[in-house]
């Protein structure tokens, strides 16, 4: 699904410097990262879903190269193939929870809201239990229910990969629990792959993988 | 369309600051449309009614009050002239004279006093009732009628010009008998009496019942101390009413001059030249030719402040809608990372700017129509005040 081949990314003028020989993840497996701030983490993320590009190296998606792409087609690529969950939910204040989900619909290109979207918006919504509470505005909504809307807004396209930025950093332990629980639920109903940053070493076991950034920023192995 | 649906839903869910944006911009856009409309409406009535005055003769002095007076009844007044001078024109044989006296005032709009020439000469028609016939009765302007909400067999009481004048102006109730047509110009907002009516109201006319004491023994000739002036004109007691003093010396603020032709014209002009002469004869389209060209060159000036400010202002909202644009950065950077295209944040930023553009425009079109629809009544306040 996703491979990374002697990857090198630094910020201009930075001293941070991530180098990756090697890294690769399944087509459906569930892989948490972890490791101290500033480790390179969320850069490993944009860096696979082609927000910022390497100095060299390669990111493969499937059979794509993303890190060959141009700006457009990356830009496609994330609205298409691949859906984000952030730690501050990042919905708009101004769209009720429907359209937050249906957002992508309206930022892609050549999508459109149909009657199917709209079910579908719909579906995942109940699925996530905020049927009956589509037509809030997000400040109308919970910390938890935000976070649940974000997930709809990830899932809404039928991504082949989700990237979670500590998407339940910000959650208290009841709906860290329960979002977790969705978002392992939904992206193996729909077969994605789940690439999850996180510093909760708790829910470390329910991944198929950890990939830790502690030792030497780029770290490799097994789950426990 | 979708940039449009998120612009507008992002504009209707922050109304406040949209509001306030709309509006400034809206005020920006209009204030430069109202002024050229009122400018131009102004040039209009000033030229056209100024062109439409030949001559107008009054007490030397500002000839701009003068003509101001004698055109749209302006409060700006000069010392009066007397009967005397309109005598002096009809005795010419040169022009006819047609008295002002613009001195009163009844619920808020000035008393004409004049004669049955005016009339003709303005080109006034009657839109309801009849034409004045008598002493103490009144023809209202349109607009007058209609603000007042008064018709034919109705009264309007003129306004005392000092509470303690004592010896002087007393409040005459005026009779209605008839409404003008309405014309769009300053004889829309006067009520009209006959001069003598407007000398009764200054107190050189008046009716009151029988001087002498009935009461008195026969043979007697005793003065009542308790003469009861009338403050209404009727059938009953019209006959009461006279006048003291020298016909010579009653006042009026102007008199409008209808040269017979262009060379009456020009020896009326010639009498009234010297200096010494306590008296001037204007020719209202010179006068106001001379305040339109200086309104156009403070206007030349008023459009360089209005494009400075203006500027200043719409960098202001420049500056507002860049700081949302700066608020909304973690909006725009979401929507970049799940995939919108860089022309789609372009356009939904787009969007809102052109929603808020046009609406602005709207409102500043609907506020000048507004304001153009009624240029006349607007125009017409502003020169008599």
Redesign the interface.
């Known amino acids: 699904m996703i491979t990374i081949k002697d990857l090198c990314f630094a910020y201009p003028g930075g001293d941070f410097q991530l180098e990756i020989p090697t890294l690769s993840l399944e087509a459906g497996e569930k892989v948490a990262v972890v490791g101290p701030s500033g480790t390179g983490k969320t850069t490993l993320l944009n860096l696979i879903?082609g927000?910022t590009v390497p100095a060299s190296g390669s990111v493969f998606m499937g059979d794509q190269l993303v890190s060959a792409m141009t700006?457009?087609e990356r830009?496609?690529?994330?609205?298409?193939r691949?859906?984000?969950v952030?730690q501050d939910f990042?919905l708009?204040?101004?769209?009720s929870a429907r359209?937050n989900i249906l957002?992508?619909y309206?930022?892609?290109?050549g999508a459109r809201i149909d009657a199917q979207a709209r079910a579908r918006a719909q579906e995942l919504a109940a699925s996530c239990g905020l049927a009956g509470k589509l037509d809030r505005?997000p400040n109308a909504l919970s910390q938890g229910e935000q976070q649940r809307v974000a997930l709809c807004?990830?899932l809404i396209m039928q991504p082949q990969l989700v990237l979670a930025d500590e998407a339940t950093g910000n959650l208290d332990p009841a709906n860290k629990t329960a979002i977790l629980d969705l978002l392992f639920a939904r992206t193996a109903e729909q077969g994605a792959t789940l690439l999850a940053v996180t510093h909760d070493h708790e829910l470390l076991p329910r991944f198929d993988r950890v990939i830790d950034f502690s030792a030497f920023r780029r770290t490799e192995g097994p789950a426990a | 369309m979708n940039a449009f649906f998120l612009a507008f839903a992002y504009l209707r869910y922050h109304w406040a600051r949209s509001l306030v944006l709309v509006l400034v911009t809206a005020l920006i856009l209009s204030v430069p449309l109202i002024s050229q409309v009122l400018l131009n409406g102004s040039q209009t009535a000033l030229t056209e009614r100024a062109a439409q005055t030949p001559l107008v003769l009054g007490r030397r002095g500002s000839q701009l009050d003068l003509a101001m007076n004698a055109l749209y009844f302006s409060d700006d007044r000069a010392e009066p002239v007397t009967m005397a001078d309109a005598d002096v024109i009809w005795d010419s044989g040169l022009g006819l004279p047609i008295p002002l006296n613009t001195a009163f005032e009844t619920n808020g709009a000035r008393i004409i006093g004049t004669s049955l020439e005016y009339f003709d000469f303005r080109g006034l028609e009657l839109a309801e009732g009849r034409q004045m016939a008598l002493l103490g009765e009144a023809l209202l302007g349109a607009k007058v009628a209609d603000r007042l909400g008064l018709g034919p067999g109705d009264t309007v009481v003129s306004a005392p010009q000092n509470l303690f004048d004592l010896d002087g102006v007393y409040p005459l109730e005026l009779n209605i008998v008839g409404i003008l047509a309405p014309t769009g110009t300053a004889d829309d907002e006067g009520v009209f009496v006959d001069v003598k009516t407007s000398w009764v109201i200054a107190g050189i006319g008046h009716g009151h019942d029988g001087v002498l004491d009935e009461a008195a023994t026969p043979g007697e000739i005793v003065a009542s101390a308790s003469i009861v002036e009338f403050n209404r004109i009727t059938q009953d007691n019209i006959d009461s009413f006279h006048f003291h003093g020298d016909p010579g010396d009653y006042p009026v603020s102007a008199i409008l001059v209808a040269p017979n032709d262009a060379r009456a014209a020009t020896i009326l002009r010639g009498r009234y030249l010297d200096a010494e002469n306590p008296v001037q004869l204007i020719v209202p389209k010179e006068v106001i030719g001379e305040l339109v060209g200086r309104i156009f060159r403070i206007k030349a000036l008023l459009d360089a402040v209005t494009l400075i400010i203006g500027g200043a202002a719409l960098a202001a909202v420049a500056l507002a809608v860049f700081l949302t644009y700066r608020l909304r950065d973690g909006e725009i950077r979401t929507a970049f990372k799940i995939g919108a295209r860089r022309g789609m944040i372009l356009r939904l930023l787009a969007a809102e700017t052109f929603i808020i553009l046009c609406t602005a425009g709207a409102i500043a079109f609907g506020i000048t129509f507004a304001v153009q629809s009624n240029g006349s009544t607007i125009v017409a306040w502003l020169l008599a005040t």
């Open positions: 879903a927000i700006d457009p830009r496609a690529l994330r609205a298409s691949i859906g984000f952030f990042a708009l204040d101004y769209l359209e957002f992508p309206r930022i892609a290109a505005h807004r990830a």
